[in-house]
């Protein structure tokens, strides 16, 4: 079954630190390009962070810069994103894509289910 888990969210309080885990089943992540998005009301859902495995390009959000940190692993097929120096702003269900012919462009070939991510202020 062909599927993206995310993993990692949890409750935090504001200044604290969290790490999602995108992990990848039966498809290799090699040929694409992996985004963490959340939703933005009125709007779906926006990207957070992107890096794209077949060339290395990595996007951060403005908002995010400085704090979030976007990484993979080959060898378990999985993605990373830490984030620091959390705000309550930031609180949101987080969803991983994955997308075979565009970046960072939400139209992804797959997605997770999400993970909540909440920030106590």
């Known amino acids: 079954e062909v599927q993206l888990v995310e993993s990692g969210g949890g409750l935090v309080q504001a200044g604290g630190s969290l790490r999602l885990s995108c992990a990848a089943s039966?498809?290799?992540?090699?040929?694409?390009?992996i985004g963490w998005f959340r939703e933005v009301p009125g709007k779906g859902r926006e990207a957070v962070s992107c890096?794209?495995?077949?060339?290395?390009?990595?996007y951060y959000q403005d908002s995010v810069k400085g704090r979030f940190t976007i990484s993979n692993d080959n060898e378990k097929n999985e993605v990373y994103l830490q984030m620091t120096s959390l705000k309550p702003e930031d609180t949101n269900v987080y969803y991983c894509?994955?997308?075979?012919?565009?970046?960072?462009?939400?139209?992804?070939?797959?997605w997770g289910q999400g993970t909540r991510v909440t920030v106590s202020s």
């Open positions: 894509a994955a997308e075979v012919d565009y970046f960072c462009s939400g139209l992804g070939n797959y």
């Open positions: 890096i794209s495995r077949r060339d290395g390009e990595v």
């Open positions: 039966g498809f290799t992540l090699d040929d694409y390009a």
